[in-house]
């Protein structure tokens, strides 16, 4: 069914008779020639280019929850493309590309709004750094705009120019970012790889890999077997854990990452802003609210919520750039379990047991991430080998010594 303007109305006009589910529920099959674990934004953009793009059949996207209940459906809807390493920024641009058509590609509102994202600078060494930054984006065809604190003036009011211990000296725009409304992503990934006949089977979880000679023949389900002829492990917070059943240790560590919303307010943020002098982010939504985070807990675990003292900490980040902010009432807070690597990027590539492959470590960015990573994942899983825009992200970059450490802070996940 295609979605348009004339459809409402015509629904409208007839009691809204008309409307079908936006995916079907199908049982398991006994096998398929793909199977992706993982019903999150990457799996399911994963099943939708390997369909649509690729032509592959016989696709199965196995969930152990339902669509959308994981990280893509818990984030902070934040997208852009103001990376600095080549290994990087031509990956992050060409996933802003992606977002730029993939509403009309998806017949799907996923409420892209390219409202553009600012990083402030505080220092003057800071300011080096963000031309270099700038420069490098601008030479990977992104945008970068320099600006001055009165131009961040004029479209920031309400933020702590000079009565702040750090004040703001200026600041790098990227006008092509923005945010994406989280959850339409993920519905309207499966709606169109559903469309393309992939079977998305939810309430279902992976138990175990079966590997018969070193090679990966299916998987063990909550709801039985499930042969394979490929198998895209695509777990994100749950890889670490996912892996090792396959007998993998992961250069990657699991830490919660909260995120909060405030009640609605007038149109007080025009669009994404992050503070150079600590760690705190904040857009705001459509409905009012101020969306804001800033640092992971500090502590490994697989849980979906988090402690007090974030909170304390991120709130006292984001009152030195926004005063007015105390005056609002906190709405909700929530949590995600992020699969930290040890450099900050993403590893899409093939495991060491043939038919099995991977794709996590995407830390704080992998919403952004999430058109690009599933069309390149379903290249890898396509063509057996990696697309042009992720040959870095391969396993043995941490045995040769050739880190993507984007901001060079070291080898630690709360520093990313
Ligand atoms: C609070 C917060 C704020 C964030 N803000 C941003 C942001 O502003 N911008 C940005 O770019 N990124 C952001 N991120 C990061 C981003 O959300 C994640 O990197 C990205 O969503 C991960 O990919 P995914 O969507 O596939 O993950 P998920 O949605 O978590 O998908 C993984 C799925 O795998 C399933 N699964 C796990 N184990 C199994 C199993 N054994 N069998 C079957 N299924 C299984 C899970 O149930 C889950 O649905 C944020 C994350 C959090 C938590």
Redesign the pocket.
């Known amino acids: 069914m295609r979605y348009s303007g004339l459809r409402v109305i015509k629904e409208a006009l007839t009691g809204h008779k008309g409307w079908k589910a936006a995916w079907r529920d199908p049982e398991p099959q006994p096998s398929y020639d793909y199977v992706i674990?993982?019903?999150?934004?990457?799996?399911l953009a994963t099943a939708y280019y390997l369909a649509k793009q690729f032509g592959k059949k016989r696709i199965a996207v196995?969930?152990?929850?339902w669509i959308g209940?994981?990280?893509?459906?818990?984030?902070?809807?934040?997208?852009r493309s103001n990376y600095l390493l080549d290994g990087n920024e031509p990956f992050y641009e060409f996933s802003l590309k992606l977002w730029e058509g993939l509403e009309q590609d998806l017949n799907y509102n996923a409420m892209v709004s390219q409202r553009g994202i600012l990083n402030l600078i505080h220092s003057d060494p800071q300011r080096d750094a963000f031309v270099r930054r700038g420069n490098a984006m601008i030479l990977n065809g992104a945008d970068a705009e320099l600006l001055s604190a009165d131009q961040i003036r004029a479209e920031y009011p309400f933020l702590n120019f000079n009565d702040a211990r750090f004040p703001i000296k200026g600041g790098l725009a990227q006008r092509r970012g923005g945010t994406v409304r989280h959850d339409a992503v993920a519905w309207g990934y499966a709606r169109g790889a559903d469309s393309h006949g992939v079977d998305i089977i939810q309430n279902c979880?992976?138990t175990g890999f079966r590997i018969e000679d070193g090679v990966c023949k299916g998987v063990e389900t909550s709801r039985g077997f499930i042969g394979a002829g490929k198998v895209a492990a695509?777990?994100?917070?749950?890889s670490g854990r996912?892996m090792a059943k396959a007998g993998m240790r992961l250069p990657i560590e699991s830490h919660v990452?909260?995120?909060f919303v405030s009640e609605g307010l007038k149109p007080v943020l025009p669009g994404v802003i992050t503070y150079g002098a600590g760690h705190f982010y904040c857009s705001q939504s459509d409905k009012g609210g101020l969306v804001f985070?800033g640092d992971l807990d500090g502590y490994n675990s697989y849980a979906q919520r988090g402690n007090l003292p974030v909170v304390e900490d991120v709130c006292e980040s984001g009152m030195s750039l926004i005063p007015a902010m105390g005056r609002a009432r906190l709405l909700r807070m929530w949590?995600?379990i992020?699969d930290m690597s040890m450099d900050g990027s993403p590893i899409i590539d093939r495991t060491h047991i043939e038919g099995l492959y991977f794709n996590g470590g995407?830390c704080?960015?992998?919403?952004?991430?999430?058109p690009a990573s599933g069309f390149v994942y379903a290249h890898l899983l396509a063509t057996d080998t990696p697309h042009d825009t992720a040959t870095a992200y391969r396993f043995d970059r941490f045995r040769r010594g050739y880190m993507i450490d984007e901001k060079g802070m070291g080898a630690q996940p709360n520093l990313h």
């Open positions: 674990i993982g019903g999150g934004g990457h799996g196995i969930e152990k929850g209940g994981g990280n893509v459906g818990r984030n902070t809807t934040i997208i979880e992976v695509c777990v994100a917070g749950s996912l990452l909260q995120a985070g949590g995600g992020m995407w704080y960015g992998g919403f952004k991430a999430t």
